[in-house]
């Protein structure tokens, strides 16, 4: 493709070049350029990023593409920059800190080296970049449709996770996880998936890595989302509903409540088994673990670039937490500017079916239902908490990462809760404004866009605000069906069910920082 840069002036002054504009780039002959010029008089005191058609008219930048050699080469390691020390996970039979070698059957060492390491930067390795080159960088979008919709001042970008082969940021993990363990030996990795946009991008994962993929999946979306099954046996998956009968937490859940919807817990427990019962097995978590949120900042990373192209640093920084990897991968980055002193609020959504962070205490608790795993210090609501069946499966989950729970008794991140509904007319807006349909999980993070852009409107303020598209939702068009019919309603989550399933966690060791139920 032919390149050529020629001056050309955007105030429509008729002598170029003159002093307005900096740099036009045509290429292939076509079109179009980023300007960035404070000193046109058309930009002035706006986004100053602007694209100029051969006819001389200008339009705004609608996304930011980062060329493939600006794909960040490490991944960003918050625990280095904790003003908290964290606290250790505790074995689940002596409640002494898990070492290494405990987590040796479930792990292959290269990750739980990552899980406990202190270094700031980790290296990503070639075959990992390889295969994010598959759909990384991802594009950052403005989104001037909802911003004319909402007639807010704020300047609101989203980060587009849903262009990866799964649908979303999941696969950010899942590549690298698949990556260690097929050099450590691995040849089957057994998983849990909620609304099945983890265990569909393991198994895009290990199909790039010839590893068998195992994946137990919530029961209520299995049934309400056949084709992430689909999809995962597509890429040479097996993909069961959990609870079953194929493992003795399956069943020992199932002699309890037959009709038992699932949870992520249960489905964890299942997980964990198969892979400690199982040959060359091993396990794999999609969300909540240090390695995790480790993996996912390739994303927040490539975010900062992008922004700084965009000329603006955000004010507010949004994403929707189940287990907090893709909130973590896209504010981490930015949280760490915060604690070196940059004003800026990073605010994490969850559904009010399933409060965790905005209800749940600062506890140990297990990561599983039937109580295998080590235990971490999160923000839980008990392990054996069973959310309603909501359709944001993948915000169905108890705990919370605690490197996320963690940032937020430090008071650097804020937590709130959205109803159902709230984030299917979120979802409905923006489909119906930027385009994407979106997964009713990232539906949470524009719901609260949608109240910080309606802030700032009200307030009369320029706000830059920015969120994290996790996914699409072309494979949950039932759950915006059942929306759309009127099938759906908010729960309410009565303070008796929190602190029926919290009586759990009264024997558990406590860590130092406890804290008890939130108001
Ligand atoms: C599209 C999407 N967004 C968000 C989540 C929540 O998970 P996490 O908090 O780990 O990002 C999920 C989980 O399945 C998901 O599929």
Redesign the pocket.
Known sequence: MGRRSISWCLTGCSCPPCSHVRRVRLIGGRLLAWVKDASAGVAEGKNTNLIVTLKGGVMDVKKIVLPESELPRQWYNIAADMPTPMEPPLHPGTGKPVGPDDLAPIFPMPLILQEVSQERWIDIPEEVLKRYLMWRPTPLYRAYSLEKFLKTPARIYFKNEGVSPAG???PNTAIPQAYYNAISGTKRICTET??G??GSALAFACSQFGIECKVFMVKISYNQKPYRRMMMQTWGATCVASPSTETKAGQTILAQNPDSPGSLGIAISEAVEAAVTGKDSKYAL??VLNHVMLHQTVNGLEVQKQMAIAGDYPDVVIG????????AGCAFPFIRDKIHGKKVEIIAVEPTSCPTMTRGPFAYDFGDTVMMTPLLPMHTLGHGFVPEPIHA???RYHGMAPLVSQLILDGLITPIAVPQMETFQAGITFARTEGFIS?P??DHAIAATIREAIKAREEGKEKVILFNW??HGLVDMAAYDAYLSGKLADHALAEAEIQRALKEIDPLPKPKQYRPLRP
Not at 320 to 327: E, T, V
């Open positions: 979303s940021h999941k909620g609304a946009q983890w999609g969300s929707c937490a189940g287990g907090g990897s893709n909130f499966g993948g915000l997964a999980e990232t996790s996914g």
